[in-house]
């Protein structure tokens, strides 16, 4: 795991998004890539793809915001088009807002400093948001879409954690659209996999490493070295 690394987190299905098993999962991404940017250095980024469609939402989004804020993140939000998007752009934009000119002048150094001493970490949640989005956006090619935004988001940063969801289990079934959906993300989710040098899944909270965990390779190769 030397550089652009990609970790997959992923979790049971979920009754209800807001419960403590979903927490856990977001609180095992976000402890990884804290753990990234601690032995790499760069900036720290989260990349939401949940649209807000109503004040309750919009009130839990700023209250997740400013928790991750403590932590060292910086948020922005993209439901669709990752194969179009610009981190450093888009750092522009997030820390405009509400600054004074030597505020934003401050902000814009650090964030070159950082880039040129190293690419950022950046962790998305989650991926079945995204694929949701894109799905009925345009169905027809999503699945090639998102994996070219993995890929352009890759070559951007040091360190990529995605959080994703098994919703495949529940014995239920779904009409045609949702199935379509369903097998969507199942597709999705394999390809990730391949591409990941980490896999992580989160099962009632406890988080269980199916590939090798993510700093497992540093350590081998300091054995080895």
């Known amino acids: 795991?030397?550089?652009?690394?990609?970790?997959?987190?992923?979790?049971?299905?979920?009754?209800?998004?807001?419960?403590?098993?979903?927490?856990?999962?977001?609180?095992?991404?976000?402890?990884?890539?804290?753990?990234?940017?601690?032995?790499?250095?760069?900036?720290?980024?989260?990349?939401?793809?949940?649209?807000?469609?109503d004040d309750e939402g919009r009130k839990r989004v700023e209250r997740h915001r400013r928790m991750r804020a403590a932590k060292g993140f910086e948020t922005i939000e993209r439901y669709t088009g990752l194969e179009t998007l610009e981190l450093e752009e888009r750092f522009e934009e997030?820390?405009?807002?509400?600054?004074?000119?030597?505020?934003?002048?401050?902000?814009?150094?650090r964030w070159e400093s950082c880039r040129v001493a190293q690419k950022p970490v950046l962790l998305l949640e989650c991926m079945s948001?995204?694929?949701?989005?894109?799905?009925?956006?345009?169905?027809?090619?999503?699945?090639?879409?998102?994996?070219?935004?993995?890929?352009?988001?890759?070559?951007?940063?040091?360190?990529?954690?995605?959080?994703?969801?098994?919703?495949?289990?529940?014995?239920?079934?779904?009409?045609?659209?949702?199935?379509?959906y369903i097998e969507l993300l199942g597709r999705i989710n394999r390809e990730l996999g391949q591409m990941a040098d980490s896999v992580t899944e989160v099962v009632y909270g406890i988080p269980i490493a199916v590939s090798t965990p993510v700093f497992a390779a540093d350590e081998r190769t300091k054995d080895v070295g």
Not at 35 to 41: E, F, K, L, P, S
Not at 94 to 109: F, P, Y
Request: charged share 25%; hydrophobic share 30%; net charge negative.
């Open 1 to 53: 795991v030397n550089h652009d690394d990609i970790v997959i987190c992923k979790a049971e299905p979920q009754k209800d998004p807001s419960d403590d098993r979903r927490n856990c999962q977001n609180s095992d991404a976000e402890q990884t890539a804290v753990q990234c940017r601690n032995r790499n250095g760069g900036t720290l980024w989260y990349l939401a793809t949940m649209r807000i469609w």
């Open 129 to 180: 948001n995204l694929v949701l989005n894109e799905f009925y956006a345009q169905e027809n090619g999503a699945q090639e879409r998102i994996l070219q935004g993995i890929k352009r988001l890759q070559n951007q940063c040091h360190d990529l954690i995605i959080v994703t969801n098994e919703i495949f289990s529940d014995g239920v079934t779904y009409d045609l659209e949702s199935e379509r």
């Open 94 to 109: 997030s820390n405009s807002a509400g600054l004074d000119a030597e505020q934003e002048n401050d902000s814009l150094k």
